[in-house]
């Protein structure tokens, strides 16, 4: 059997998708292969402002 795929698709406002992938990096630790969708914009602010939190952007995660 396959591992149970989720599409999270974060709402492109300030507070939501840092918690969201935080949930999908969850998901993914648990078994879920977790595709991650957000904007261009907001994809670029999450790597800077993530560059010393190893923990939040995974490999777990598409």
Known sequence: MSK????????PAQGH?????EFS????KH????????TEYNHKRVINSTVNESHIVDDHIQ
Do not use: D, K, N
């Not at 990096?25 to 993914?28: H, R, T, V």
């Open 25 to 28: 990096q969850s998901l993914a």
């Open 4 to 11: 149970p795929h989720i599409l999270a698709f974060a709402y």
């Open 31 to 38: 078994g879920f292969r977790v595709t991650f969708v957000h």
């Open 17 to 21: 998708v840092l918690p969201l992938m």
